[in-house]
């Protein structure tokens, strides 16, 4: 499975983007994705997940109510919608794949497959 992320730019506090992770190759096999995001200077940390099937989606409390994850099957793509950011929202985001259902989905250990990265960048 390869992953392409894509969306990230330079948006004002209180903007909006939209990332973008296309899946390629054995899309047959993903069972659940998810977002990360790693700041400078920081571990990576879970944002959101959902089932492939597009359903179950999960959110860090931190981005409740502001992101929201969605999944487009017949384009095999994973999306992540951010609202109202935040400079605390800076990061390289990125998208993963879990093809077994194994370890917690919030953590990035339970991914097999990873994208690129995507950097967001929030001014004030």
């Known amino acids: 499975v390869q992953l392409q992320a894509s969306g990230g730019g330079l948006v004002q506090a209180g903007g909006s983007l939209r990332l973008s992770c296309a899946a390629s190759g054995r899309t047959f096999s993903l069972l659940y994705m998810g977002w990360f995001r790693q700041a400078p200077g920081k571990e990576r940390e879970f944002v959101a997940g959902i089932r492939w099937s597009g359903s179950n989606a999960y959110y860090v409390d931190s981005v409740k109510g502001r992101f929201t994850i969605s999944v487009d099957n017949a384009k095999n793509t994973v999306c992540l919608q951010l609202n109202s950011l935040k400079s605390e929202n800076t990061a390289v985001y990125y998208c993963?794949?879990?093809?077994?259902?194994?370890?917690?989905?919030?953590?990035?250990?339970?991914?097999?497959?990873w994208g690129q990265g995507t950097l967001v960048t929030v001014s004030s």
């Open positions: 993963a794949a879990d093809i077994s259902y194994y370890g917690n989905p919030t953590t990035s250990g339970a991914y097999e497959y």
